[in-house]
């Protein structure tokens, strides 16, 4: 998925850049922000990223590794549920709605075809499989894309807002989980 080759430099120009970008968004972080933060020159951010919009795309798929093998592991519906929803909660510290609206500055039809790949192949496919399965199986009903979509947009509801209810991430994603299958009913 990621082009650039791993050492200590670029995995601190990823993560810093990665913390920099979901504060501040695409437009709000300069170049110069992110060497600053990472104590490096300009010269070697550009060796491993070559601008702003690649390291943008290897952070936000770097991001998007892994998530297909948490939803794809075994486990009830709710289980594998609450797992995503844990996994999603943990991963961003803003809404990634608000990382999705920043792909509009990427200019890059590679770029943007990696990303949609990315997003597609790790997040929406396999929850969509997943939804599928369940519809298949008779323990939900409805149109697997809604509901994928649905479920993905009650978890980004709620990133970086566990400590508002009260939650840990693990506790919010297990009440996430519970009430998109159950609903408000009374137990």
């Known amino acids: 998925m990621s082009e650039y080759s791993p050492n200590p430099n670029a995995e601190r120009i990823l993560q810093d850049g990665w913390e920099l970008f979901q504060q501040k968004g695409y437009k709000g972080v300069s170049i110069d922000a992110i060497c600053a ?6 010269p070697t951010l550009y060796y491993y990223f070559h601008n702003k919009e690649n390291l ?6 770097r991001r998007l590794q892994g998530f297909r093998l948490v939803i794809e592991q075994d486990g ?18 803003s809404e990634y709605s608000f990382l999705v609206r920043d792909l509009e500055h990427i200019h890059d039809p590679v770029n943007s ?7 597609s ?14 519809v298949v199986s008779r323990q939900i009903s409805g149109n697997p894309r809604f ?13 970086a807002r566990a400590n508002e209810f009260g939650f840990d ?10 009430f998109f299958l159950k609903g408000a009913q009374s137990t």
């Open 147 to 159: 509901l994928a979509l649905l479920y993905m947009g009650m978890v980004e509801s709620y990133i």
């Open 121 to 134: 192949g790790e997040l929406f496919l396999p929850i969509t499989r997943l939804m599928q399965s369940a």
């Open 169 to 178: 991430n693990a506790s919010l994603a297990q009440q996430l989980a519970t």
């Open 76 to 93: 009830s519906l709710e289980v594998r549920l609450a797992r995503i929803a844990e996994v999603i909660l943990e991963s961003f510290q």
């Open 56 to 61: 943008f795309v290897e952070v936000l798929l």
């Open 113 to 119: 075809g990696r990303i949609r790949e990315a997003f």
């Open 37 to 42: 933060r990472c104590g490096i020159t300009k």
